[in-house]
């Protein structure tokens, strides 16, 4: 059986969402709650921090807990055609020039070795050197997005885009710096799956602890062989995913 607490969530969850409690409107207090499900206090209150974690939810201190007021949704399109087109620069500023904002990120990159993970998906060894880039994209200085990168070493060290955000082809993109050292991008393979936040990442978002992101696993290949592999962090309460596909 379901316990009471999560019950309660579960209904207010949906009063959230059909719009029945709307951003701003002030969730009723414990002993309302205690009441009208006939539970005890404490009962009601689990009930009511599990929506905080969520970021539902608001406690404003002396006031009471609120719907939470969410950003307007905005919209990431995944174009390849814009890519494959050969189109210069970051898609991410293309996407936030056309929304009429200034699109802009912080990274920092270091040599690394493949985890396992990363290491199938660019086709190498557990523990062959990479390139490890991690971005935190802005709209308007505001942070939108996450991402860390992978490059194999064993194709970049030496060159001119050995590390992305550097050099005469910085804030290229991975396309047009790729086939800078003649590496022509053929295929991307994206695999979108959704997970709570981890701490880290909502300090860095300014998200509450418990909510939801998408998260694409992103890989460019050559004809060969993958030369670049991603993790993109999106809150889903800012972005929706929009895909552009050609058909031939």
Avoid: C
């Amino acid at each position: 059986m379901q316990p009471a607490y999560l019950r309660i969530a579960d209904d207010l969850r949906r009063q959230i969402v059909d719009g029945r409690l709307a951003p701003g409107d002030r969730v009723p207090s414990r002993h309302q709650l205690a009441r009208q499900y006939d539970v005890s206090d404490r009962v009601a209150v689990e009930a009511v921090r599990l929506l905080i974690s969520e970021g539902h939810v608001e406690s404003r201190s002396g006031s009471g807990t609120y719907v939470r007021r969410r950003p307007a949704v905005r919209r990431l399109t995944r174009s390849w055609y814009r890519e494959a087109r050969g189109r210069a620069g970051s898609p991410f500023r293309a996407d936030m020039e056309a929304q009429g904002r200034a699109g802009t990120w912080r990274s920092s990159s270091q040599s690394d070795t493949a985890p396992p993970a990363v290491a199938e998906r660019l086709n190498i060894a557990e523990g062959d050197p990479v390139m490890r880039t991690r971005y935190v994209f802005l709209a308007d200085e505001e942070p939108v997005m996450l991402s860390t990168s992978w490059e194999p070493l064993e194709l970049t060290r030496g060159t001119s885009v050995m590390l992305p955000e550097e050099g005469p082809h910085a804030g290229a993109g991975v396309v047009a710096r790729m086939r800078a050292i003649g590496h022509e991008i053929g295929m991307a393979n994206e695999v979108i799956t959704a997970r709570s936040i981890t701490a880290a990442e909502a300090e860095e978002l300014d998200e509450p602890v418990g909510s939801i992101v998408m998260v694409i696993h992103r890989t460019y290949a050559t004809a060969e062989r993958p030369v670049e592999t991603a993790d993109i962090i999106v809150p889903v309460d800012r972005y929706e995913l929009s895909y552009v596909i050609p058909v031939e």
